[in-house]
């Protein structure tokens, strides 16, 4: 079955940038209903989706990080990656990526699903002065 | 601050019925259908409940799902002591472009 992997550094200084990278196994990155996601969690807080980018390169990032964010996919090694610019303590969490689905549908609204159904396990970054 | 609110935590007793509510807005639960899902802290969350009541496949159907205008409810059903965990409510906003939003989690204690 699908399976996913964070990877990246575990720390990395104030003001520089975080590197992740998600690898895929198991199953394609190139089905046009997924949508290859992020999200982190910070110690002791709620889950925080990042946003998303599809097999196009299409993203949708979450408002609060918009200009931070920046992602990527390369079909050919599988990966999709994610660079969070300017980091601060703020940024210290377990970075978690996700699939999501994009899936028909709702029978009473015809309104299509969404969901992320494949996590990783998480990988935790620290962020140091 | 999270934008889907829910209780921080919760508590019942081996066989007992609970329920996990979430609140939002016209924006996000009030158009947009939730997912729920199960985390144990150091693993990845699951999918319990998405489409606000469709259980993925090899989920108990102990854990079902509703939703009434801008709120929804997790409901587990013969609580087991294996179900204590974090549970997140989760909704696509539409404010903004559109984006996911969270609860803050309701954390489960099975006593």
């Known amino acids: 079955q699908v399976q996913l992997q964070e990877s990246g550094p575990g720390l990395v200084k104030t003001s520089q940038t975080l590197s992740l990278t998600c690898t895929v196994s198991g199953g394609p990155i190139n089905h046009g209903s997924h949508y290859w996601t992020w999200l982190r969690q910070p110690a002791g807080k709620g889950l925080e989706w990042i946003g998303h980018?599809?097999?196009?390169?299409?993203?949708k990032n979450n408002p609060s990080l918009k200009s931070r964010v920046a992602m990527s996919i390369d079909m050919s090694q599988s990966q999709f990656s994610l660079r969070l610019t300017s980091v601060t303590a703020e940024d210290r969490a377990v970075y978690y990526c996700?699939?999501?689905?994009?899936?028909?549908?709702?029978?009473?609204?015809?309104?299509?699903?969404?969901?992320?159904?494949?996590w990783g396990t998480g990988t935790t970054v620290t962020v140091s002065s | 601050q999270s934008v889907l609110t829910q209780t921080p935590s919760s508590s019942g007793t081996p066989g007992q019925r609970v329920s996990i509510s979430c609140s939002g807005s016209?924006?996000?639960?009030?158009?947009?259908?939730v997912m729920w899902y199960q985390h144990f802290p150091g693993t990845a969350p699951k999918l319990l409940v998405y489409g606000s009541n469709q259980r993925p496949s090899g989920v108990p159907d102990r854990f079902s799902g509703s939703k009434s205008g801008s709120s929804a409810s997790l409901d587990i059903t013969g609580l087991q002591s294996e179900d204590e965990a974090d549970y997140y409510c989760a909704a696509f906003d539409d404010g903004l472009g559109g984006h996911m939003v969270f609860g803050g989690g309701t954390k489960l204690t099975v006593l």
């Open positions: 980018i599809s097999r196009t390169g299409s993203t």
């Open positions: 996700a699939r999501a689905v994009r899936a028909c549908c709702d029978k009473s609204s015809g309104n299509f699903y969404y969901y992320m159904d494949v």
């Open positions: 016209r924006s996000n639960i009030g158009s947009n259908d």
